[in-house]
């Protein structure tokens, strides 16, 4: 006799706590106590082991823009394993080529080329070993060093952590895992609660971008390959930049010849209720970073977009190549997963809803502020916002969990939805959230 789908949801939990080694959590134990097992999802719904549903407060890992369950798209992916599940290196597939247009098309400059891969950590390290290469192929082989600022996310891999980060000191890399990537530079970004020269309810002097300016100035600009940074930081707070905070470092990027990268893995692809964050200023980046919304988390992909004037310098003898790759850079299967995300995305006006249920959610949190332990609530563009405790604070996803939310946090705690939710939904979470915020606060 078989076992049950519970018996099997046992052993197989069991099996975990023995060999699977979880990310960023104690290995060892799986299910009530321990990490939890999630076994469905449908629309802005997760349903864990035990039938208990919840409303997914932050898109999976801010990535599952349109939703769980979407058949549009496993149908998608299924006629392309069934056609072509993958193509070796020399040779491409025409998802691949249809997604780079599609991109293509979303940027302030039709020309970009799209280089694919795996995720957001990827595109990084794609975008830097373009911008270093780049300059080499110009005749700027000193220009190796990457400005980065602190409160960003860039990324898990060793030369992405070691990009600035909101964990301290200054730079992404811990220390446990020995330096950082050499030239890696670090600067503060725009954050009213921590900027000495403006503070919260000064007048903005721009003094973050001088303080990148004086750290391009005294290292050389010669030796500077490029300035990296998020349009807003989920990782700080979700603090929105002043309105010419960066047309100026565009600026301070044409003076002294570094490129620009933007990466808009969280922000890219509807999440501030536009296509792209970087439309708010209007800014063009020389090379723009994708992932998360991309596939909306049903198959791995990512990709770094650069303008034809970057990927134009690579075109020529055999040195002059991007010697780069994954191995599953531009793989089909993804690409067409991409492709029917996108469909949902535009078809359903899933940005206009962003926008629209954005503004109600940052609306709605306002009344928090009564409580004495809630310090802020942070929002804008789009269906993201931020509520701030007073302090670190313990037992967060478990409380959320009991008022049938799937969140996480400590100081601050995120609330960034699916795209695809409704209203009545958003009222259903505003409701489980204020009554999981008023449990947290008393006891702590």
């Known amino acids: 006799m078989s076992a049950s789908p519970l018996e099997d949801l046992d052993r197989l939990a069991a099996l975990g706590a023995a060999h699977w080694w979880p990310p960023r959590q104690r290995a060892g134990l799986i299910g009530e106590a321990g990490v939890p097992l999630l076994v469905r999802g449908q629309g802005v719904w997760l349903e864990d ?87 080499l192929l110009r005749g700027e082989g000193t220009r190796y060093k990457i400005v980065s600022r602190r409160g960003s996310l860039h990324g898990g891999t060793l030369a992405a952590g070691s990009l600035g980060s909101s964990r301290g000191p200054g730079l992404g890399a811990h220390t446990d895992y020995g330096p950082p990537m050499p030239g890696a530079l670090v600067g503060p970004g725009p954050n009213p609660s921590r900027c000495s020269a403006c503070g919260p309810r000064g007048p903005c002097t721009q003094q973050c971008v001088k303080e990148l300016e004086r750290i391009i100035e005294q290292e050389g600009p010669s030796t500077v390959a490029a300035v990296i940074g998020e349009p807003i930081s989920l990782a700080d707070g979700w603090h929105l930049p002043p309105p010419e905070y960066w047309a100026a470092v565009r600026r301070l990027c044409d003076r002294t010849g570094a490129l620009l990268i933007l990466d808009e893995v969280f922000t890219g692809l509807g999440r501030t209720g536009t296509v792209l964050a970087l439309e708010h200023w209007g800014v063009q980046p020389d090379i723009l970073l994708l992932a998360k919304g991309l596939g909306s988390g049903y198959v791995p992909i990512g990709a770094a977009v650069t303008t034809r004037r970057v990927a134009d310098a690579f075109i020529g003898p055999d040195h002059a190549i991007l010697d780069h790759a994954f191995t599953a850079s531009g793989n089909p299967v993804a690409c067409a997963a991409a492709m ?90 505003l409701e489980r959230f204020s009554a999981a915020i008023s449990e947290l606060g008393p006891g702590q």
């Open 49 to 135: 082991s035990e039938g208990r549903r919840y409303i997914d407060l932050t898109s999976g890992t801010f990535n599952v823009n349109v939703g769980y369950g979407r058949a549009e798209i496993a149908e998608a992916i299924a006629r392309q394993i069934a056609a072509l599940s993958f193509v070796p290196h020399g040779a491409v597939a025409p998802p691949t080529l249809a997604l780079a247009a599609r991109i293509a098309a979303m940027m302030p400059e039709p020309g970009a080329r799209v280089f694919f891969t795996s995720g957001g950590a990827e595109a990084t390290e794609t975008a830097l070993k373009i911008a270093r290469k780049y300059h």
């Open 340 to 429: 029917a995300s996108l469909d949902i995305l535009e078809r359903e006006g899933l940005m206009q809803r962003s926008r629209e249920l954005g503004r109600y959610l940052v609306e709605r949190l306002q009344p928090l502020l009564r409580h004495p332990f809630v310090v802020d609530v942070r929002g804008g563009l789009g269906m993201v916002a931020v509520v701030e405790l007073a302090k670190n604070t313990q037992g967060v996803s478990s409380t959320l969990r009991k008022h049938g939310l799937w969140g996480r946090g400590g100081r601050q705690i995120t609330l960034a939805p699916p795209l695809c939710m409704t209203r009545e939904e958003m009222d259903t979470l």
